[in-house]
C-alpha cells in the first residue's frame, strides 16, 4: 500500500516495498528506484547521476566511466586506470602502455591489450579497434555466430539457432539445417517442413517449405478431400457439398446426399433442399432454382421469383405472386 492508500502488487519508482509494515515506503532523495531507505540501496538514480555500487553519483569513481546508455558506472578495460568510455583510455596503469586510446601490456603479443598470465599470445582484450576472438585472439572481424560487441570490444555470440546477427537481438540468418527458421529478428526451433512455426510448439506450422501446402498446422504433399490446393500455399475449403474441387466456386465430385448441379456456369454440389435466392422456398427436391415462394421485394412469375412482374400482370402484395391482369387490360396500378 501506498501513501495514498491504494493497493498494489509492486511499489511505484520513488518508493519501496517495506516488508514489515506492507507499505510502499519513500526512497533516499537520490534514488529514482531503490530496495530500502538508505543512500546506498538504490536500483536506479535520479537524472545527471549515476549508479555506483548502490549509490548514485555525480562522478564515476576512478577506473570506471559514466555510461549514459544504462546510467551507470562501469569499469574501465583491463590496463586502463581511467577512461571515459570501453574504447578510449585516458590513463593506464603501471606496466601498460597507451595507444591510440588504449593500454596494452607490452609482454604481450599477437594484438593483446592483455593477455593470460600463463600465455602471453592467450589475449584477454585486444589492442584499439580489434575484436577478442573466441579462441582468445584478436581480429578486426567476427567469426560466423558471433557479432561484433562495441560495448566490451569481444565477439560475443549469436542467440541459440542463429547463424549470423547484427546484435544480440537481431538475427539475420538461421541455422536451417538444425530446423531454425526466421521469424522476425529471432530464429524459432521447427519440424522439417515448416517454413515458420509457433514458438511455443516446433510442429505447429504458420507456413510451409517450398511446395507443400499448410493444413491445420501440418504441411502436407497435397490436400485432402474437401480442400484444394489454395493460394499462398494453404489448404482452402471447397464450397459445402464438394468432395473434390479445383477452386472454391466449383465442384468436380460431390459429397454423399449431394447431386451435381451447374449454376451460373459454375458445377456446383446440391442437397434434396437446397434453394437459392431469390427463392424463399422451392418445389420438389434437388430443384433449387424451382421457387414456390420468394423473399421479400420479389414476386412469384410462375416457377422464378422476380423483381417485376412481366407485362399483363400484376404484384400482388398479400402473397408476393405475379397475377394475370382482367382481360383487354395491360396492366394494374
Known amino acids: 500500500m501506498n501513501n495514498k492508500k491504494v493497493c498494489r502488487t509492486t511499489c511505484p519508482n520513488g518508493t519501496y516495498q517495506d516488508s514489515g509494515s506492507g507499505l510502499c515506503k519513500q526512497c533516499d532523495f537520490s534514488c529514482s528506484q531503490c530496495t530500502g531507505p ?8 535520479q537524472f545527471l547521476t549515476y549508479l555506483s555500487n548502490g549509490s548514485c553519483v555525480t562522478t564515476c569513481p576512478t577506473g570506471q566511466y559514466a555510461d549514459e546508455t544504462s546510467k551507470t558506472c562501469s569499469n574501465c578495460p583491463d590496463g586502463c586506470s581511467s577512461c571515459t568510455s570501453y574504447t578510449n583510455c585516458t590513463g593506464c596503469k603501471t606496466g601498460y602502455t597507451s ?9 604481450c603479443t599477437g594484438n593483446c591489450a592483455t593477455c593470460s598470465s600463463s600465455s602471453k599470445s592467450s589475449c584477454l582484450s585486444c589492442t584499439s579497434n580489434l575484436y577478442l576472438q573466441p579462441g582468445n585472439t584478436c581480429n578486426s572481424t567476427c567469426p560466423s555466430g558471433y557479432y561484433q560487441n562495441s560495448q566490451n570490444m569481444t565477439c560475443t555470440a549469436c542467440s541459440t539457432g542463429c547463424k549470423a546477427c547484427s546484435d544480440g537481438k537481431t538475427c539475420t540468418q538461421c541455422d536451417a539445417s538444425s530446423g531454425y527458421r526466421q521469424q522476425g529478428n529471432s530464429c524459432t526451433l521447427c519440424a522439417s517442413t515448416c517454413a515458420t512455426c509457433s514458438s511455443s510448439n516446433p510442429n505447429s506450422c504458420q507456413s510451409c517449405e517450398n511446395g507443400l501446402y499448410l493444413f491445420n498446422n501440418q504441411c502436407v504433399v497435397t490436400c485432402q478431400k474437401g480442400y484444394f490446393n489454395g493460394p499462398n500455399y494453404t489448404c482452402s475449403p471447397c464450397v459445402t457439398g464438394c468432395d473434390q474441387c479445383s477452386n472454391g466456386n466449383s465442384c468436380t465430385t460431390c459429397s454423399t446426399d449431394y447431386q451435381p448441379f451447374t449454376y451460373k456456369n459454375q458445377q456446383i454440389c446440391i442437397n434434396s433442399s437446397s434453394c437459392f435466392s431469390p427463392c424463399s422456398t422451392c418445389s420438389g427436391t434437388f430443384q433449387p432454382t424451382t421457387c414456390a415462394t420468394c423473399n421479400q421485394s420479389f414476386y412469384l412469375q410462375g416457377t422464378n421469383c422476380v423483381a417485376t412482374c412481366n407485362q399483363g400482370y400484376y404484384a400482388n402484395q398479400s402473397n408476393q405472386t405475379c397475377v394475370q391482369c382482367p382481360a383487354n387490360c395491360s396492366g394494374m396500378f
Not at 38 to 45: H, I, L, M
Open 38 to 45: 538508505s543512500n546506498s540501496q538504490c536500483k536506479a538514480c
Open 99 to 107: 595507444s591510440s586510446g588504449a593500454c596494452s601490456d607490452s609482454s
